[in-house]
T-cell receptor, first 113, second 114 residues
């Protein structure tokens, strides 16, 4: 039973355009969400997070939107750059629990120059 | 220098062998984690440790054991390796402070069990 789902294994976007990566979750106890970026031969690196008390969090070119009623979050990258090409993982946590992270399978983003 | 280091970076072993993967961190974090990643799958938690005396099983702990030798060191052992343990293994750390969920990952160890 996959509690965090990233249904698009891959996404290609032109440089300068918007990249939108989507994530759905099924566990209503999740109340904190994170996005990680992973380059080949490296470990995942933290990108941005959002608490369930918010519906939007922005950090430079990266914005995460949370729709709790739909159990859906998305990561927007504007404008997309070739260096953004990586695998993006969505992760979720129950703050009232042990703060373990549950990860999605990842979406490979390719930004085409 | 990297804050979270893993050794070895690559390892090939045979079925039935015992191997150890090591993780060290200089971030001063209390919490450490071991994950595995399989192709097309997300990261799955094997074990985690909140401090030297606190070890907890994760989602897929069968066939693995861990040792927290010090705050900065967390080792993962495969007592008798099997081919389906072929995967990419990541160590991670997090702070006891405000942002418990933000985990910092090492570069990974690629393990092949023949």
């Amino acid at each position: 039973d996959q509690q965090v789902k990233q249904n698009s294994p891959s996404l290609s976007v032109q440089e300068g355009r918007i990249s939108i990566l989507n994530c759905d979750y099924t566990n209503s106890m999740f109340d904190y969400f994170l996005w990680y970026k992973k380059y080949p031969a490296e470990g995942p690196t933290f990108l941005i997070s959002i608490s369930s008390i918010k519906d939007k969090n922005e950090d430079g070119r990266f914005t995460v939107f949370l729709n709790k009623s739909a159990k859906h979050l998305s990561l927007h990258i504007v404008p997309s750059q070739p260096g953004d090409s990586a695998v993006y993982f969505c992760a979720a946590s129950e703050r009232a629990g042990s703060y373990q992270l549950t990860f999605g399978k990842g979406t490979k983003l390719s930004v085409i120059p | 220098d990297a804050d979270v280091t893993q050794t070895p970076r690559n390892r090939i072993t045979k079925t039935g062998k015992r191997i150890m993967l090591e993780c060290s961190q200089t971030k001063g974090h209390d919490r450490m984690y071991w994950y595995r990643q399989d192709p097309g799958l997300g990261l799955r938690l094997i074990y985690y440790s909140f401090d030297v005396k606190d070890i907890n099983k994760g989602e897929i702990s069968d066939g693995y054991s861990v040792s927290r030798q010090a705050q900065a060191k967390f080792s993962l052992s495969l007592e008798s390796a099997i081919p389906n343990q072929t995967a990419l293994y990541f160590c991670a750390t997090s702070d006891q402070g405000r942002n418990l969920e933000t985990q910092y990952f090492g570069p990974g160890t690629r393990l092949l069990v023949l």
